[in-house]
């Protein structure tokens, strides 16, 4: 990652309330340089600007920090694809355990060599579909999406996969509803613009009502 792009990921981290340090900032442009590099082979995204990844995918992922609570939790974020959010938020919260759910094969291989990669402890890699995900003893205290659908249609599908206490905390574009459906109510509600660019996102925390 040269030192532009490497600029606009600390300072954009920053405004975002995430303070990353020289070798956090490195696994991120290992995560770059391997994303790139895999995507001419496998469909990872069609995004392929190294400014465009560093703000649409790794910013953008880690505005999600701000919902999550301090300390130890286990998460699971549902739809991944190429590590969206769970990777950047691993990297910049390393006490986070991180379940990354994605079905397509090629994709899932890529999430096991970024781990792999990166040296990451407590990333594990399903194939599974949302209903078919297994939650473990206690359940997980985070459920994570950005932009995989309608609160409304997501919500009762990771209801299972919840602790007693657990949270949903999704990333919404515009086009989304935030209406949830019964049994669930909104925690909190925020809107924000990335940084560096004109996108607008609002970050969104259920829980069971």
């Known amino acids: 990652m040269n030192s532009d ?23 991120f442009g290992v995560y770059l340089d391997e994303l790139l590099k895999w995507n001419r082979r496998i469909n990872l995204t069609a995004i392929t600007s190294p400014r465009e990844v560093v703000i649409k995918h790794f910013l953008d992922s880690l505005s999600i920090c701000r919902l999550i609570p301090e300390g130890p939790a286990r998460a ?14 691993k990297i910049a919260r390393p006490g986070l355990d991180v379940t990354l759910d994605e079905p397509n094969r090629k994709k899932a291989a890529f999430l096991r060599h970024m781990a792999r990669t990166l040296g990451l402890e407590g990333v594990s890699v399903v194939e599974d579909k949302v ?3 297994q939650p473990g003893e206690g359940g997980f205290g985070v459920v994570l999406s950005r932009a995989f659908r309608d609160p409304a249609l997501l919500l009762p599908l990771v209801r299972p996969l919840l602790a007693e206490s657990g949270l949903v905390a999704l990333s919404l574009g515009p086009e989304n509803t935030l209406e949830p ?29």
């Open 5 to 27: 792009l490497e600029h606009i990921l600390i300072d954009g981290a920053s405004r975002l309330g995430v303070s990353l340090s020289e070798a956090q900032a490195a696994a």
């Open 181 to 209: 459906p019964e049994g669930w109510r909104m925690l909190s509600e925020e809107e924000i613009t990335l940084p560096y660019s004109d996108i607008g996102r609002r970050l969104v925390v259920y829980v069971p009502a």
């Open 76 to 89: 699971v974020d549902i739809g991944t694809g190429a590590g969206f959010p769970g990777l950047p938020l």
């Open 131 to 133: 209903e078919d995900i």
